[in-house]
């Protein structure tokens, strides 16, 4: 979805090193998403944020941190990276509920593949 | 924690034939939504069934859900070499969060 833009593409860094992944989008959504992808595995949900005051761990938070600058920028950061945090990372957008239980569609960016040393 | 688990993991068939993808899962559901992944690509929404509807539509695929077997199935009928990606599905219980399955790979052959 071209609206969701990841930034890197690609990444390969080093052991112990700060890494920050950026995330921007055009949809005008007030939700946003960090995801991690492992080869074979389905996605799992690092960080989420409603709006830009309103901030939560996901099931895999530990050794993540994030911020969300504005309603249209939300960054991951790996403050010290180590090897098993080698994964796809995605971002996502979607709009606010409606209703009880109406969940909207996500949107994907295209992902940033990081690698670490 | 994966909620949703799709069969089968991989699945190979020939170009106009259908393919079926199935998902279980474990606790109750608000709705269910299928994603599809091109290689290399970020996931695309394909359709949501509420918890409430036993089959929906979309073009040229078909979604059933049947919440006593806690169950879904994914169905793509004619299919086409462009329809080769990964099937993920994903539940929405009754927080805020949709999780998501392992996925099926789908390879159509031309």
């Known amino acids: 979805d071209a609206d969701v833009t990841q930034t890197p593409r690609n990444r390969i860094t080093k052991t112990g090193k700060r890494i920050m992944l950026e995330c921007s989008q055009t949809?005008?959504?007030?939700?946003m998403y960090w995801y991690r992808q492992d080869p074979g595995l389905g996605l799992q949900l690092i960080y989420y944020?409603?709006?830009?005051?309103?901030?939560n761990k996901g099931e895999i938070s530990d050794g993540y941190s994030v911020s969300r600058q504005a309603q249209a920028k939300f960054s991951l950061s790996l403050e010290s990276a180590i090897p098993n945090q080698t994964a796809l990372y995605f971002c996502a957008t979607s709009e606010k509920e409606v209703g009880t239980g109406e969940n909207q569609p996500q949107h994907f960016g295209d992902g940033t593949r990081l690698s670490i040393l | 924690s994966q909620q949703g688990e799709e069969d089968p993991q991989a699945l190979s068939i020939q170009e106009g034939e259908n393919a079926t993808m199935n998902c279980s899962y474990k606790?109750?559901?608000?709705?269910l939504q299928w994603y599809r992944q091109n290689s290399g690509r970020g996931l695309v929404h394909l359709i949501l069934i509420r918890s409430n509807e036993r089959e929906k539509h979309s073009g040229r695929l078909r979604v059933t859900l049947d919440t006593s077997k806690k169950s879904s199935s994914l169905l793509i009928t004619a299919s086409r070499a462009a329809d080769t990606a990964s099937y993920f599905c994903a539940t929405r219980g009754s927080n805020y969060k949709l999780t998501f399955g392992k996925g099926t790979l789908l390879t159509v052959n031309p």
């Open positions: 949809k005008g959504h007030d939700r």
């Open positions: 606790t109750s559901i608000n709705n």
């Open positions: 944020s409603f709006d830009v005051k309103d901030i």
